[in-house]
């Protein structure tokens, strides 16, 4: 899946890959590269075992601001998607100004919620085509 969203002249894209139950993501934006990895796990809330949360370890490469947004959104997915994930984050744009990298956090929130929803009505729709050719072929 791919996902989009654009701020003055700036683009961002989410790509989602489904590998296994895990999920596997590419943020880029401007200059694509890897700028930083996250890998998230889910795991029960630390505060309320009945609640879903998940932990992340990051990797960047020195000079390079995207560990945050690949963070934040390896959390993200992690948390609400119940499933392992890892997130490649490389953006860059020439002359940002402290509102455009705030923006882009906004839009990379904004594409991971999209995501979340897009998985959940992929995956439902899925199970139900799954469900349905076992029903056919009994």
Same mark, same amino acid.
């Given at each position: 899946?791919?996902? /989009?969203?654009?701020? +003055? &002249?700036?683009?961002?894209?989410?790509?989602?890959?489904? @590998? #296994? +139950?895990?999920? /596997?993501? @590419? $943020?880029?934006? #401007?200059?694509?590269? @890897?700028? =930083?990895?996250?890998? *998230? !796990?889910?795991?029960?809330?630390?505060?309320?075992?009945? +609640?879903?949360?998940?932990?992340?370890?990051?990797? *960047? %490469?020195? #000079?390079? &601001?995207?560990?945050?947004? *690949?963070?934040? *959104? =390896? $959390?993200? $997915?992690?948390?609400?998607?119940?499933?392992?994930?890892?997130?490649?984050?490389? @953006?860059?744009?020439?002359?940002?100004?402290?509102?455009?990298?705030?923006?882009?956090? &906004?839009?990379?929130? =904004? $594409?991971?919620? !999209?995501? %979340?929803?897009?998985?959940?009505?992929?995956? =439902?729709?899925?199970? !139900?085509?799954?469900?349905?050719?076992? /029903?056919?072929? +009994?």
């Amino acid at each position: 899946m791919r996902l /989009q969203a654009r701020y +003055k &002249k700036m683009t961002l894209f989410l790509d989602c890959f489904f @590998i #296994g +139950k895990d999920v /596997q993501v @590419i $943020l880029h934006g #401007g200059e694509s590269h @890897i700028g =930083a990895v996250a890998l *998230a !796990e889910p795991r029960p809330s630390l505060a309320d075992d009945t +609640k879903c949360s998940s932990t992340a370890s990051v990797l *960047a %490469v020195s #000079g390079h &601001k995207e560990d945050m947004i *690949a963070r934040q *959104a =390896a $959390l993200y $997915l992690a948390r609400n998607l119940d499933v392992r994930v890892c997130v490649s984050c490389g @953006i860059h744009f020439d002359a940002l100004r402290p509102e455009d990298r705030i923006q882009l956090e &906004k839009m990379a929130l =904004a $594409l991971c919620k !999209e995501c %979340v929803k897009r998985y959940e009505n992929t995956f =439902a729709a899925s199970s !139900e085509t799954v469900e349905e050719t076992l /029903q056919e072929s +009994k």
